[in-house]
């Protein structure tokens, strides 16, 4: 890949992919892999962006697939989805940001199922019912209840009234 | 007051630090951790793995004497070879900027049809392996007539009464038949069963990913 290419086409959205993996990551050295793995991807797959959506919701797209689906290798050389690897507490990644608030809830969106994950990270993102709908490939009429839902949990959890 | 999600959400992203994005070095060289281009590596070092072991089985059988177990070898392994080189370009064609229902049902049924094509391919391919090596030893050279043959003139020597079919103890023709049977009946749960254990928690989690996208539309 160019540096060209990750200065002018990545970096400037980096902010969404760091939201992303760090929501599909319980360690700093999972989360620099899995950073380098979507710049990867969005490389490879660039030519297949048509100009249908917005740059920024295409690499919204390819970041979020790409957490889905990666594989790491345990210590132990097993291979799971990312969150199978995640321990319940995700007690490794309690200092990644220095607002303590964040670090809690990220902590929270953490013990979500993936896709609980990716909604509620879109919703915090500030897109429509509609653009989420889309980006995971549902209709629009159940966002809205899961959204509540979730944030009930997520609140819950910051009470810790859940695990 | 108690903060809202969404407030520490904003407050926390308007501090400097939180979105410093990791240094990237050598990035194109370093191995991938998706699962596709594992699938990818996975596939290409197992057909070159099989062409490389056909070619050289096919010659070590020719100086063997058992060139017709070779060459049976060598075309089994080949279409599964070709087969699989199709099977593998579709990885290709799953596009990772689809949304992601689209994204997982493109990988998941990509890895279906390798499933159900390869346990097809099992269900054929244990016989036929199993038959080269009958037959290749049948018509191997045993001091100018076949292995085979001979054997069965030996098994007449103990045995007149032996019942033959097509010059061949038909006891002979049973215990092939049911072997074939049973290779036949347990190639394909072989396949799936070898497949389960490396990748059964990946596929599993698949289906509760599409699911989960599923119920939002129920």
């Known amino acids: 890949m160019s540096s060209d290419f990750y200065n002018i086409s990545i970096l400037p959205f980096s902010g969404i992919i760091i939201k992303l993996c760090r929501a599909y990551t319980n360690s700093q050295e999972d989360f620099e892999d899995y950073y380098q793995e979507v710049c990867l991807q969005i490389w490879r797959s660039k030519d297949n962006f048509r100009e249908k959506s917005e740059w920024s919701t295409w690499v919204y797209r390819i970041s979020l697939n790409v957490c889905l689906t990666l594989l790491k290798k345990k210590k132990n050389n097993s291979q799971h989805f990312v969150s199978d690897t995640l321990p319940s507490d995700g007690s490794e990644y309690n200092n990644a940001f220095t607002d303590e608030s964040l670090n809690l809830l990220y902590d929270a969106i953490r013990k979500l199922s993936e896709i609980d994950r990716a909604i509620i990270m879109l919703y915090l993102e500030e897109k429509s019912y509609q653009e989420i709908g889309d980006i995971i490939g549902t209709n629009t009429n159940n966002i809205g209840v899961r959204v509540a839902r979730i944030k009930i949990r997520l609140k819950k959890i910051l009470d810790g009234k859940i695990n | ?218």
Do not use: C
Request: positive net charge.
């Open chain 2, 1 to 218: 007051m108690e903060k809202s999600i969404e407030n520490i959400w904003k407050e926390g992203f308007l501090k400097s630090d939180a979105l410093v994005a990791p240094k990237i070095n050598n990035l194109y060289s370093q191995k991938s951790i998706h699962i596709i281009d594992k699938f990818k590596r996975m596939f290409k070092i197992n057909l070159i793995a099989i062409v490389a072991f056909s070619f050289i089985f096919l010659v070590v059988s020719y100086f063997v004497g058992v060139p017709l177990m070779g060459a049976i070898f060598f075309v089994t392994l080949m279409v599964l070879v070709i087969i699989n080189k199709r099977l593998l370009n579709g990885l290709d064609r799953i596009d990772k900027g689809e949304n992601s229902y689209q994204y997982l049902k493109a990988f998941n049924q990509w890895i279906k049809k390798q499933v159900a094509v390869n346990k097809r391919i099992s269900t054929f391919m244990y016989p036929i392996i199993f038959m080269s090596i009958i037959i290749g030893f049948w018509f191997k050279d045993a001091e100018g007539i076949p292995l085979g043959k001979r054997l069965v003139n030996e098994v007449l020597f103990g045995f007149p009464d032996t019942y033959l079919l097509f010059g061949i103890p038909l006891i002979g023709i049973v215990i092939l038949v049911l072997i074939i049977g049973l290779l036949a009946f347990f190639g394909g749960k072989i396949y799936q069963w070898d497949l389960n254990i490396i990748y059964g928690r990946v596929f599993r989690k698949l289906e509760e990913l599409m699911a989960d996208i599923e119920s939002l539309n129920a």
